[in-house]
């Protein structure tokens, strides 16, 4: 993981103070680190007078202990349950009192708690967050209830959702041996079993100062922020044990491959076809890749200007609807994924060939330039619209941090964009569009249509 | 890193608890924005003027909507809706996508129940191409038979889709019971029966009696001057005609129960939508009834009911209730999914939760960190453009005058315990409607 890069040493507190490389008219982004080991990002906005105060930690799913799935998350609605002085359910319930929201969120990467209130009651909500970073209570009876209302969010989002089991099971296939082959909720069983001594060695190892990032987006500085910081998070003790290197696949291959994962279920009224691509890992050295990677999603997605659209919807009529993206965000292997809700004369052999044929066409030939440009476009429109919103910008340079990305990393994004040219892209579709780094998934509620 | 710029709603995260979205009408209430009123001829706007990033957005909504389908052609507003943005002027659809693409202009309407909205999304520096393809879009759409085919196939799968979801067919069902014959009981989607029938002829004839003149709202917000918006608003909005001429939606009063009804589908988990008859705004009891509602299911995890069945029991995941405020008629409801096994359960925690608060009320205590809640956060609907604008149509669209950002949290400061607990009673009786979805049909019989 990388370390801030451009680091100057400030105002004599035990904290680095450091500014980024400005780019012209882009976002504010000031930039701290604490002794005990805690980074701090301040995205000041000065328009509302709320905040959106954000605690990220780096640990999610994908480090939790074999046979244990679930933890992670299981773990993030516990911090919801009690300290010392904040009674269960209190945490929140004092949040709205003082005019606020909050919740928390967990991936395979990372955990985050947020809250957005009133900038006056930052400092309120640094306490509260910081008194649970070390000073949580795990209490079995509490363990057993959160674990009840775990299951049924595990019924609604996973278990009465055909959908959802369809890409738990090619997920499960596209990165068997790494940890992404795991589910962020974890399997059912293993759920069932977590209990009040997994949860305490897990708390005990990853929720540390020195393994969080504090992001903080609205009406503040971070002159204004440092101080409170200082007060509220320096006195936390560092664990000095981050989570362990993973095991990424080089070797992109998937096997048996050309078996599609079918799911055939009475419950589906609308047949969808899916593919998804196993992404080489995201590192310094292959930006140029995932920028152009980027630029390859928006000219086959696009919506209705994008090739798949035009090709499958209006020419073939084969799709309702059909879309690509690059979810190149991860810290071990991403995805790029493309997924077509089936027309009702379709078959699913008709949908691959049309999409395997632009796929086919994308590594012969490069996009145009219009295409280039119009993808770059929207690509470099979506960073500048995204400043709209404190919660988004906040999301954004947290979840990059999360992935030891640097700020800057993330300012320097639109530029990438730009230089991509369209050899760049007919490249990156031969390198990461590859149907033996793939696997395609059926969802159909017809049994004899389900495999074809 | 696309993936974090453009497509935060994709992540494969989990949360601790659901984001319910808040129907439109109760989403509004006070801080002052600076908002200003901008008339051009019989036309009125919002505006808020905010230069700090060099975008604006519009929102536009014309008075009618899904309620004036008729009934053998019901989904008519949201094809239409469909077609605004697929082709105008001598551009089919592809061109005419492309030339939004090309400025990163983002135009799409949508069919609301008692509206048709339009949302249009600029860089200050393409304004003019802006503002020349959004009247193209409104006064020389093309509808052509190639996009209205290719419509009703997306809309169709829009149907199907809600056939799978147990709480959007819960949802449905409830609202043909509750409404019955009348326009709110059918699916603003349709049905694939009716959208097989509407023609072309169904289509312009229902664009040229929606957008009008008299029944357009106007919300500006971002990087457009009050003389910016004047021009945009005698370039592109005085070109409709004058009046709509859309059919007359009759007032309705939801039909009340007790009345259970269920729909028996797979699934390791029943879904559960239940209501009653709510509140109109005019009404005195509006904000008690508000407030009341917030502290019973509205205020996500410190409501009563996510206390009683989520946090001390464990019963569900999500649970939650709402008013949902028509132009026509108005509902109270609520939802929660469970384990079969527990459904029955969870429903009568809900019923007992709805009972104490219309028994008992409110304490005080209770009732002040209500209100700092409710008047607090207000402002977090308002920390950016695209928000404020849908505020600024929202308020326009339930019949608030403009001032009521500012008297929104003032008319919540003077809800008093004894309002709470009048607005329970009358709003609380007995006459609850239950759909239930899943393997578990529930009962309204007498508990304890």
């Not at chain 1, 996009?367 to 280039?372: F, G, K, T, V």
């Not at chain 2, 939760?353 to 205590?365: F, K, T």
Request: aromatic share 8%.
């Amino acid at each position: 993981m990388k370390k801030w890069g451009l680091f100057l040493v400030g105002l004599g507190l035990s904290a680095m103070l450091a500014n980024c490389t400005p780019v012209p008219d882009g976002p504010k982004v000031e930039t701290a680190k604490l002794a005990n080991g805690l980074e701090i990002i301040v995205l000041p906005d000065p328009r509302a007078n709320v905040v959106t105060h954000m605690l990220w930690y780096r640990v999610g799913s994908a480090d939790e202990p074999i046979g244990k799935s679930g933890i992670a998350h299981f773990f993030e609605h516990l911090m919801f349950r009690g300290t010392e002085k904040i009674a269960p359910g209190e945490f929140s319930k004092t949040v709205a009192r003082l005019g606020g929201q909050d919740n928390a969120f967990t991936s395979y990467d990372y955990t985050a708690y947020f809250q957005r209130i009133a900038r006056d009651k930052l400092p309120i909500m640094m306490e509260m967050e910081a008194e649970r970073m070390r000073g949580l209570i795990i209490n079995p009876d509490i363990v057993a209830v959160e674990r009840d209302v775990i299951l049924e969010e595990r019924s609604m989002r996973v278990d009465g959702r055909p959908s959802s089991l369809l890409s738990e099971q090619m997920r499960k296939r596209l990165h068997a041996g790494t940890a992404y082959s795991v589910p962020v909720i974890g399997w059912r069983d293993e759920i069932s079993a977590l209990n009040a001594a997994d949860a305490k060695t897990f708390y005990e190892r990853y929720y540390a100062p020195d393994n969080a990032v504090l992001v903080i987006a609205g009406a503040v500085s971070l002159a204004e922020v440092l101080p409170l910081a200082e007060t509220y998070y320096a006195k936390l003790t560092p664990s000095q044990t981050p989570r362990d290197a993973r095991r990424v696949a080089s070797d992109l291959r998937v096997n048996d491959y050309a078996t599609p994962e079918v799911r055939v279920d009475s419950r589906v009224r609308q047949d969808s076809w899916r593919r998804l691509y196993r992404l080489p890992q995201s590192t310094p050295q292959n930006r140029q890749l995932f920028a152009a990677a980027d630029v390859l999603a928006e000219v086959l997605d696009g919506g209705l200007t994008g090739r798949l659209y035009q090709a499958l919807v209006v020419e073939q009529k084969l799709a309702s609807g059909v879309g690509a993206y690059a979810d190149s965000a991860r810290l071990d292997n991403g995805e790029l994924m493309i997924y077509a809700s089936l027309a009702s004369t379709a078959s699913f052999d008709e949908i691959a060939a049309a999409i395997d044929a632009q796929i086919e066409r994308m590594m012969q030939q490069p996009p145009s330039e219009a295409e280039i440009a119009r993808a770059k476009m929207q690509l470099v429109s979506s960073a500048l619209f995204a400043r709209d919103s404190q919660q988004s910008m906040a999301d954004i340079f947290g979840r990059a941090a999360m992935l030891g990305l640097t700020p800057q990393d993330v300012l320097n994004w639109t530029r990438d964009i730009e230089a991509v040219t369209p050899e760049d892209v007919r490249r990156a579709a031969q390198s990461l569009l590859r149907i033996e780094h793939s696997l395609t998934g059926h969802l159909s509620g017809d049994t004899k249509r389900g495999g074809k | 890193m696309r993936f974090i710029f453009a497509s935060l709603l994709l992540s494969a995260s989990l949360s601790f608890g659901t984001a319910h979205a808040t129907p439109r009408l109760h989403a509004v209430g006070g801080q002052a924005v600076g908002v200003q009123e901008v008339n051009v001829r019989d036309m009125s706007a919002w505006l808020v003027s905010e230069a700090s990033l060099p975008i604006f957005t519009l929102e536009m909504a014309w008075q009618g909507g899904a309620a004036t389908d008729p009934a053998q052609k019901t989904g008519l507003s949201m094809l239409m809706a469909r077609l605004m943005n697929e082709g105008a002027g001598d551009m089919p659809a592809k061109a005419f996508q492309q030339a939004l693409a090309d400025k990163a202009i983002s135009l799409s309407f949508n069919a609301g129940r008692d509206e048709v909205t339009g949302k249009l999304r600029c860089l200050k520096r393409y304004q003019d191409a802006c503002v020349r393809l959004l009247k193209l879009a409104l006064t020389a759409p093309r509808f052509d038979p190639e996009a209205i085919a290719r419509m009703k196939q997306e809309q169709t799968s829009s149907i199907l889709r809600a056939q799978q979801s147990p709480s959007a067919l819960a949802n449905s069902a409830f609202m043909k019971l509750a409404f019955d014959k009348h326009p709110y009981g059918q699916s603003r989607d349709g049905t694939q029966a009716t959208l097989e029938g509407l023609t072309r002829d169904d289509i312009v004839a229902h664009y040229q009696n929606t957008f009008a003149r008299d029944n357009l709202k106007l919300a500006v917000v971002g990087d457009m001057t009050r003389s910016q918006t004047r021009r945009l608003m005698r370039d592109v909005f005085a070109a409709l005609p004058a009046h709509a001429r859309l059919p007359r939606v009759a007032d309705t009063l939801a039909i009340l129960g007790p009345k259970t009804k269920h729909i028996e589908r797979r699934g390791p988990q029943t879904s559960v939508t239940f209501g009653h008859r709510g509140i109109a705004y005019d009404d005195e009891l509006f904000f008690p009834a508000f407030v009341m509602n917030s502290i019973l299911g509205g205020s996500g995890f410190s409501s009563r009911l996510t206390e009683e069945v989520r946090e001390a029991r464990g019963l569900a995941y999500s649970v939650y209730s709402y008013f949902l405020s028509l132009e026509h008629s108005h509902l109270w409801l609520g939802s929660v999914a469970s384990d079969n096994k527990t459904t029955q359960q969870a429903l009568d925690v809900i019923r007992g939760e709805m009972r104490r608060i219309a028994q008992e009320g409110v304490d005080l205590s209770r009732l002040e960190a209500a209100k700092t809640y409710m008047t607090g956060a207000y402002a977090l609907r308002f920390d950016s453009g695209a928000k404020i604008a849908q505020q600024l149509i929202g308020v326009q669209l339930s019949g608030w005058p403009i001032d009521y950002f500012k008297t929104r949290n003032q008319r919540i400061e003077a809800v008093r315990v004894e309002d709470v607990k009048a607005a329970a009673q009358r709003l609380l009786a007995d006459g609850l409607l239950v759909v239930s979805v899943g393997e578990t049909a529930v009962s309204l019989a007498k508990q304890r």
